[in-house]
DNA sequence: GAAGGCATGTAATGAGTTACATGATTAT
DNA sequence: ATAATCATGTAACTCATTACATGCCTTC
């Protein structure tokens, strides 16, 4: 364990929570984020990378080199690191949830756009936040089955948030639409 | 204007966007950043110091320098910025949207913490986009008769937002406390 | 056996965060 | 006139993004 402790970040803990169910690549994780929580909070595959080299210099995941081959390093969590997740767990939460969305910023700045590009602007979100709602549902049914029960309420937020932001584009059209017939 | 045109990000246009209005400091960028895109998609400080000065690299902006005194800058539109900040306004919006919220991954890994951690994660959420729900409430009746139409509109979208979610975590604690009574 | 895509990684650059510093203004 | 807070800025560091590079496996 390093002495000089870095404070851990969002991206920390999803590999540190990615770990605790099992050993894996930076390949493995890639592929496990991509399918979960990289719908909503994504990451390059350069971080999966980076990130559990860092976790090893702090001492909370440990690495083993494949022997001979294409070298492939596996990452496992060491106790320090459940323990750094649980506590992370067990601490409050107060962080203000961002909401980063390019539609958002084009909606606040439309007054210096035309009024077709509000439209289409509209059209593409909700185009956009519908089907990825479609896509929360299959991969809800998809794993409702098998997978940790708390993975599939995310999901279902995940729904939820889709819904709603769907819903409104869809006022907003029209809306705009009964303004200029 | 500079040669090498760099790929503008959404920093970029929130700048552009905030000095369409009016010419401002960074100071002046920060409180109107701070009361509106903030509550969503924040920025620190600095990054308002930065952005503006890399556009006047670009050509976008030119800055003044307040003569004497603390030599204050201000920084203004040039045409080539109000026309870059047209042409993203008619483009394509395919991003997908970050909710970059630490509750939820907290959700998603809660296997490894406990059913206290959770409750208390539950509550600790249900309150904070409570609260923000309020907060936006308040804001819009503080704007509503003189804002940007489309700035209010922005406000409504979060609105919608802060309540959906607020909803989710109240019928979540509502189904965590069914069970253990 | 060549092409295309999947798997694995690194380097360079650019951006974002945190901490530090200090000048101005207001309130007590 | 001192404290507190607002306003203004920079430096150091960490992180994220993009581009590059190439090995491996499947399929045709």
Partial sequence: MSDRTRKLNAT???VLGMLSYAPATSYDLKQFVGNTIGNFWAFAHSQLYDEP???VRDGLVEE???EGGRR???YSILPAGREAL???LASGTHEQTEVRDTGLLKLFFASFGTDQDLLQLARDRHKSHRERAEGYVEQRAEIVD???RWQVKTLELGLRYERCVEQFWADF???LEG???
């Fill in 12 to 14: 920390s803990y999803v």
């Fill in 53 to 55: 080299a860092r976790l």
């Fill in 64 to 66: 083993t080199v494949e």
């Fill in 72 to 74: 492939r390093r596996t």
């Fill in 86 to 88: 649980r506590s992370w």
């Fill in 146 to 148: 098998y997978a940790d």
């Fill in 173 to 175: 059209i029209e809306e």
């Fill in 179 to 181: 303004e200029a017939p």
